[in-house]
Each structure stands twice: as structure tokens, then as C-alpha cells.
């Protein structure tokens, strides 16, 4: 098993950074790619960022590429969302999920990732 906690969030105005952090602890050497995804109000939770560990290969949203990036800290067992020009769009829980599958799989899709995280609360004012 793999334990996924999130930290980080807050409220910021519109343009500003965040930067959320996703510890995971337990059987982490069973996972081989992490992302992040976010559930605005009323709406289905939106895959935001993948990474396969393997290859380093990044896979981000339409929406966020240019505006966040991915990286690890590989002593520490943590994953970064770095959230740059934040808009008051990007509100929503942010949660960390991370899957263990050795066969490719569409980094994209929640079927992807078996363990998450609870979410941390990112809200960007106007």
C-alpha cells in the first residue's frame, strides 16, 4: 500500500504561485507514475499532470501547460505541483494520485492511478 497526503494549498489572488506537495509513504518503489488532477465546484474531477517515472516523460492538460510543472524529490518521497499564473479557474482540490502499473497505461484517465490522496484546496481570487 501506498499513503498519498497533500499540502500547500491556500488562497492566492489571480497571477500569483502555489506549490503543492504530495508525501507518499508506504511501498513507494511500487510506483511508477504519479499525477495530479483537480475537482472544481459542481464539476468532475480533471486530470491535470502525468509522469511516467521511468522516462521522465511529462504529460500536462491543455489548459495548464506553460503555467505548471511536475518534479519529484526523490530523498523525500514528494511530488510538486508548481503553480505558476494561477487564474481564478484553477480553483479547485488538487489531488495527488499515483498508480503502479508496468504495462503502459493513458496517464490522462483516473482508471490509471490506484492510490490518492485527500486533496488540498487551491482558490484563486479575482
Known amino acids: 500500500q501506498v499513503q498519498l497526503v497533500e499540502s500547500g494549498g491556500g488562497l492566492v489572488q489571480a497571477g500569483g504561485s502555489l506549490r503543492l506537495s504530495c508525501v507518499a509513504s508506504g511501498r513507494t518503489s511500487s510506483t511508477y507514475h504519479s499525477g495530479w488532477f483537480r475537482q472544481a465546484p459542481g464539476k468532475d474531477r480533471e486530470f491535470v499532470v502525468g509522469?511516467?517515472?521511468?522516462?521522465?516523460?511529462?504529460y500536462y492538460a491543455d489548459s495548464i501547460e506553460g503555467r505548471f510543472t511536475i518534479s519529484r524529490d526523490n530523498a523525500k518521497n514528494t511530488v510538486y505541483l508548481q503553480m505558476n499564473s494561477l487564474k481564478p479557474e484553477d480553483t479547485a482540490i488538487y489531488y495527488c494520485?499515483?498508480?503502479?502499473?508496468?504495462?503502459?497505461?493513458?496517464?490522462?484517465?483516473?482508471?490509471?492511478?490506484?492510490?490518492w490522496g485527500q486533496g488540498t484546496q487551491v482558490t484563486v481570487s479575482s
Open positions: 494520485a499515483a498508480g503502479s502499473s508496468l504495462t503502459w497505461v493513458p496517464l490522462r484517465l483516473e482508471s490509471s492511478y490506484v492510490y
Open positions: 509522469i511516467r517515472w521511468s522516462s521522465g516523460n511529462t
